[in-house]
């Protein structure tokens, strides 16, 4: 079988992983921190909070921006639940802004419109959770535009896009997002095996979040309603929850960092090498925004109305040849927990024309040239 995604794991990672086990620390030493500051400094960022993954550095944002009941959160439709769902722990109102239909990231052009009726209805959002979509980053400038007119705070949902570019310059480095959140699951650019990350210009933001990921307790007497006498003291000052990455994952992730301009190197040669072998098809394939240079996480392509067979189809078809394919994403709105908030199917139709369409193929670091050419062989036959 050829899956869509794994992780490529090295004798350095295997390593990096038993000298922490063999160590005096598994959880809340030294390797955390120092994963912490070194995608900080990749990033060109000023603070980082690692978390047991990126659904808890997404709640540990929100949490962060002070979000509550009664506070409204947009995001897009076409992610993972967790970039509505984390808007949700925290009691606010979760909508959509539907997609720009080139890029399927959130659409700015939608966002302006939706912000100018939420302000005749004076319903602007507190945060708005922008999703840079299959490694891409989305139109950071353009949000942060329109967060400068109305107030809105901005986290960016970098899970895909670790080692990413946006005007020449690192993704994570706080120029246009409150926060930055990235994903270390096994299928991402680099691993921790589960994972993820905030970062942040602002320390105030970043101290929040680390407080709350450890059950909002400190040993630092500068944050006590009484000053520590004895060292056994801490004092739990806010209602915070345990979202602490391990000493092991973080061993994972440094070693994992290590290597991630190899594996950025790789899969972009291999979206080059699929752009150029799948052109001519009856396919849309992934666009490229001019300012940015993506971390490819997935490679998504469209099956339109002038292919001989359907999306279905070709996801069969591939499967029959032992090539597993994936869709990203089912839009958010249209799941049984949002549809009985009071979402219905045809309320974001960029995203779900896209859903409809939308296929993922084997992209990895792994993936070697005669399965890319496996690959392609396959979809070339299906769609005769």
């Known amino acids: ?37 070194a995608v900080a400094q990749r990033c060109g960022a000023r603070f980082a909070v690692a978390a047991c993954n990126a659904t808890a550095a997404l709640h540990l944002a929100c949490l962060a921006l002070g979000v509550g009941p009664g506070d409204r959160v947009w995001t897009s439709p076409n992610s993972f639940v967790a970039s509505a769902n984390c808007a949700l722990y925290c009691g606010a109102e979760i909508d959509f802004v539907d997609i720009d239909p080139r890029t399927y990231a959130l659409s700015t052009q939608a966002l302006r419109a939706k912000l100018e009726r939420a302000e005749r209805a004076g319903e602007i959002p507190k945060v708005v959770i922008a999703v840079d979509f299959a490694g891409q980053p989305c139109d950071a400038a353009g949000i942060a535009a329109l967060r400068d007119r109305y107030g809105f705070r901005i986290i960016e949902d970098a899970a895909h896009a670790i080692g990413a570019l946006y005007r020449g310059e690192p993704v994570g480095n706080g120029r246009y997002a409150d926060v930055t959140v990235f994903s270390f699951h ?11 990350m905030a970062l942040s210009n602002d320390a105030e933001l970043a101290g ?111 499967r029959e040849r032992g090539i597993v394919t994936n869709v990203h994403y089912i839009p958010i709105h249209t799941q049984p927990y949002y549809r009985a908030l009071g979402f219905a199917p ?28 496996e690959v392609v062989a396959a979809v070339a036959d299906a769609l005769g």
């Not at 409809?356 to 890319?372: I, K, M």
């Open 186 to 196: 096994p299928v991402k650019i680099i691993t921790t095996a589960e994972g993820g």
């Open 1 to 37: 079988m050829i899956p869509y995604a794994r992780q490529s794991i090295d004798d350095a990672d295997l390593a990096a992983v038993v000298e922490v086990l063999r160590s005096e620390y598994l959880t809340q030493g030294p390797t955390v921190p120092r994963f912490e500051r």
């Open 346 to 373: 045809g309320a974001f139709p960029v995203a779900e024309a896209y859903y409809r369409e939308a296929l993922s193929l084997p992209l990895y670091y792994g993936l070697t040239d005669e399965q890319q050419s």
């Open 208 to 318: 929040r979040m680390a407080l709350l990921r450890s059950h909002g307790v400190t040993r630092d007497a500068a944050r006590m309603e009484e000053r520590s006498h004895d060292p056994w003291e801490y004092e739990q000052v806010e209602l915070g929850f345990n979202y602490r990455m391990t000493e092991v994952e973080a061993a994972l992730g440094l070693a994992q960092l290590a290597r991630i301009e190899t594996f950025l190197e790789r899969r972009r040669a291999l979206a080059a090498r699929y752009d150029r072998d799948l052109a001519g098809m009856p396919l849309v394939l992934p666009y490229q925004i001019p300012d940015a240079r993506s971390a490819y996480h997935l490679y998504p392509i469209r099956v339109g109305p002038a292919a001989r067979i359907d999306r279905r189809g070709l996801y069969g078809a591939l």
